[in-house]
């Protein structure tokens, strides 16, 4: 029975060449993309849960420490009910006294460990140097490799941390450094407080899986950390370490967390006394501690981790993978009982020489599921094809390395089954409901009653009137934020990282003055300027301003930064070289120190939003709210993207805290050529240091990346249910084209011209589309609304968004339905009469 049935499924698919490859080209496409998804979320799935007793590990934080998001603040979406604990805004950094007391107070705690990560660090190997980014060296306690489960290749887990300022490297790094040579106890220089510290190398571990949210190829005792000592001085007032537990085996977690609780009462009392003090008539809430799964922190919205996983964007793709793999089925279905007839014959006489309605059904069936195994195996063909693509548009990291022969075969074994079932169980009931009797009297046709194939039509065409309508905002969004005005003259600025910023403050600032006249001499640079920030960075200061507390940005930077950036001041001055008062610190008299507060001690240029905010104050007179001398008022400007909106934020003068060298080169001059030349500077007068560089309009476009790859995949699945969506019109066409080929003869005889048969045979097509299109326009207003409020600064979708829409969905269905209608309006009334 399997064998025949496999025999007539084989030989129906080879019989029917152009359906069967409509089908297995549909189902193809949306097994690659349901493919695709899988592997993503089950990629992002796995992060962190390859250690050892994952379960037993939690990341610590604390709350009450940041004042949370008004709700009406935050971004809304239709997952925002699904993400409230990633949401929550605890702090997930502690103070490097707290892991040895949590471990010294509770018994259930196995071990503690803290790391603390270096920003960029210069690596010296030899006489070469190396500038790493900000994952490359952590400082981490000794139990380090015996909490989690990184092989070490060299070196004992119980004491391999035991040492001082000695390290464990990945073999990538070993590579790096030492090439094919051994690692073990060579030397590097690592920056050090006053001068590089030399490191030995004790330890060779393996590299961390890309599924770790932790990415260290250097790792240190936390005791080697420069000024360690003293943080552990500071107590409760340096908050700067991730520290994560675990507990032992059977730890009754709600008993864990009420012990906790009574704990961190007592523990962070001073601390909240202490701003308690700053803000008297605002009742300060209790810091508590809490714990969050250490395989969960990655979806945590919360700053300072490695890795960040959008649990919104998850949920997105899921509904996009359902909606894609809805309409492949809807296809399926449509053309399926577009083709019945040829079929029914079939049925008839297999009816009439007594099979049975289930032996129909199986037959039906097999087909089908014979079809879904092939199309599957043509869409892991087409996934694999596509993951480079898929991964520059979702940002995503997903390789078939990651996931065994098992997993992938299960996956394939499983999608296919649902194919199957989803696509083949109604065309199959409905197959073996056909009566014998109409089907063999020859004066008499069969016909397909089309309501539900209309219905699943408005379905499919709904999807993506949604989708289009989606895509269009979102690309009309991304064209206003790339367009806006930001404030500032971000064009041909070259940002340069000072190699001396964090070690030696003289040879930074000297750095800098040399290059500042290497730059007044070339004549296609147009000037230089230090910061301690680049864009979308800047250190917060949080001050009493009304009796709120508000965070106020702190941006440090040189004397010329306005004129450089091109930034109007609005009132007072511009800090000027020669007034000594503008780059000095000065002390508070006794009148003016009060509690309440950070204090600025400069002189200070603020922008219009804080100046407002101020109640605007006299100028050059001690301002008691920000604890500064304001001298000036410069024009607001966007120092983030316009998902934020513009902060308020005082600037000053401070050479010793920058960082980061900005170059502007004058238009129409060679940017190679430039680069090459301050290149060649920077190599002489620093010794051939890295040279970390990037422009200002690339970091300005990178902080848009997550919202470009949401747009690229909105768009890309837009164009994916569009054809499939023509598949689908392109069966209901032939479907309503079977079903009238009496009625299509006869007008023909009767004169009509292939141009009103033609909107004759549309209009039921057009009135889908039209009925579609009202149903799904305020569903995808609801939705583009919900993504736009991530924007402090957004379009208002108007009705030509809608009107181009429409014509899109017009245009498609009506592309989607010409082959069949117009063979239909040309053929001969003489055959159609005769086929009837």
Excluded at 563 to 574: A, M, Q, Y
Excluded at 707 to 713: I, V
Aim: hydrophobic share 45%; glycine share 6%; with cysteine.
């Amino acid at each position: 029975m399997l064998k025949t049935n496999l025999v007539l499924a084989f030989r129906n698919i080879f019989r029917n060449k152009l359906y069967s490859a409509i089908n297995i080209i549909g189902l193809g496409m949306a097994s690659a993309f349901c493919i695709l998804i899988y592997l993503h979320v089950k990629n992002e799935q796995s992060f962190d849960k390859f250690h050892n007793d994952a379960d037993q590990l939690y990341r610590v934080e604390e709350t009450g420490l940041n004042p949370p998001k008004a709700d009406d603040q935050k971004p809304k979406s239709i997952f925002s009910f699904l993400t409230k604990t990633e949401d929550e805004e605890n702090t997930p950094v502690t103070p490097p006294v707290l892991g040895p007391a949590l471990k010294q107070n509770f018994p259930e705690i196995e071990s503690a460990v803290r790391f603390d990560g270096y920003y960029k660090p210069v690596i010296k190997v030899g006489n070469q140097s190396f500038q790493e980014d900000k994952h490359t060296l952590a400082f981490v306690d000794a139990d380090f490799f015996k909490t989690f489960n990184f092989p070490l290749l060299h070196g004992d887990p119980e004491t391999i941390l035991s040492g001082h300022n000695q390290a464990v490297i990945s073999e990538r790094l070993a590579k790096k450094y030492f090439g094919i040579a051994d690692p073990i106890g060579k030397t590097v220089l690592i920056p050090g407080d006053a001068q590089p510290v030399p490191v030995s190398i004790v330890g060779l571990m393996k590299n961390f899986p890309a599924n770790s949210s932790m990415q260290f190829d250097m790792v240190m005792p936390i005791t080697s950390m420069d000024g360690y000592a003293g943080k552990m001085k500071d107590g409760l007032n340096t908050f700067n370490e991730i520290l994560i537990i675990k507990l032992k085996n059977g730890t009754d977690m709600a008993r864990f967390q009420q012990k906790l609780d009574a704990f961190s009462k007592t523990y962070f009392k001073p601390l909240n006394s202490s701003v308690q003090s700053q803000s008297p008539d605002t009742k300060v809430p209790d810091t508590y501690i809490r714990l969050r799964p250490f395989a969960d922190a990655h979806y945590n919205t919360g700053g300072s981790w490695e890795h960040y996983t959008n649990l919104k964007n998850i949920y997105q793709l899921m509904c996009l993978m359902v909606l894609i793999l809805v309409i492949a089925c809807f296809n399926y279905v449509l053309l399926t009982l577009t083709n019945a007839v040829s079929k029914s014959q079939d049925v008839g006489v297999r009816k009439t020489i007594g099979a049975g309605r289930l032996q129909i059904i199986v037959q039906y069936y097999t087909q089908t599921q014979v079809l879904a195994f092939v199309s599957v195996a043509v869409g892991f063909v087409l996934a694999v094809a596509a993951m480079p693509f898929f991964n520059s548009v979702t940002g995503a990291d997903i390789s078939l390395n990651s996931f065994s022969f098992a997993d992938l075969g299960v996956l394939l074994m499983g999608l296919g089954l649902l194919l199957g079932l989803l696509a083949g169980i109604y065309p199959a009931y409905a197959m073996s409901g056909l009566k014998p009797l109409n089907i063999m009297r020859g004066f008499s046709a069969y016909r397909i009653n089309p309501v539900l194939s209309k219905g699943l039509i408005m379905v499919q065409f709904g999807v993506c009137v949604v989708l289009v309508i989606s895509s269009l905002i979102i690309n009309k969004q991304m064209r206003f934020v790339s367009q806006t005005e930001m404030g500032f003259d971000k064009d041909q600025v070259v940002m340069v990282e000072n190699p001396y910023w964090f070690t030696d403050k003289q040879q930074a600032t000297a750095l800098q003055a040399q290059l500042y006249h290497w730059t007044e001499m070339q004549p296609f640079m147009a000037g230089a300027v230090a910061t301690s920030f680049g864009f979308g960075g800047a250190n917060m200061n949080t001050h009493l301003v009304n009796g709120e507390k508000v965070q106020i940005d702190h941006l440090n930077a040189d004397f010329e930064y306005f004129k450089f950036n091109k930034i109007p001041i609005v009132l007072g001055r511009d800090f000027s070289r020669d007034i000594a008062a503008d780059s000095a610190k000065f002390d508070l008299t006794d009148s003016q120190k009060k509690s309440e507060g950070t204090k600025l001690r400069h002189n200070t240029i603020v922008n219009q939003t804080l100046y407002k905010m101020l109640g605007k104050p006299p100028l050059n007179v001690y301002n008691e709210t920000i604890g500064g001398v304001i001298i000036g008022v410069c024009k607001d400007y966007h120092n983030r993207d316009l998902t934020q909106a513009i902060k308020p934020a005082y600037h000053t003068v401070n050479r010793g805290l920058t960082f980061l060298i900005w170059f502007r080169i004058k238009p129409h001059q060679s940017i190679p050529l430039a680069m090459e030349k301050l290149k060649a500077e920077w190599d002489k007068l620093t010794g051939k240091l890295p040279f970390n560089y990037t422009f200002l309009d690339e970091e300005v476009a990178k902080s848009y990346d997550a919202y470009l790859s949401w747009m690229a995949t909105v768009t890309t699945s837009c164009i994916m249910a569009i054809i499939l969506a023509c598949l689908g019109l392109f069966g209901l066409s032939g479907l309503t084209t079977i079903n009238r080929t009496k009625e299509i003869g006869i007008r023909k005889v009767l004169g009509a011209s292939v141009g009103s048969l033609f909107v004759q045979l549309n209009r039921g097509t057009m009135y889908l589309a039209a009925g579609a299109f009202v149903i799904a326009t305020p569903l995808a207003w609801y939705l583009a609304n919900s993504w736009l409020q991530n924007f402090a600064y957004r379009i208002k979708p108007d009705w030509l968004l809608f009107a181009t829409s429409a014509v899109i969905s017009v245009i498609t269905a009506l592309a989607a339905v010409s082959y069949h209608t117009l063979k239909a309006a040309r053929a001969n009334p003489v055959d159609s009469l005769r086929n009837e």
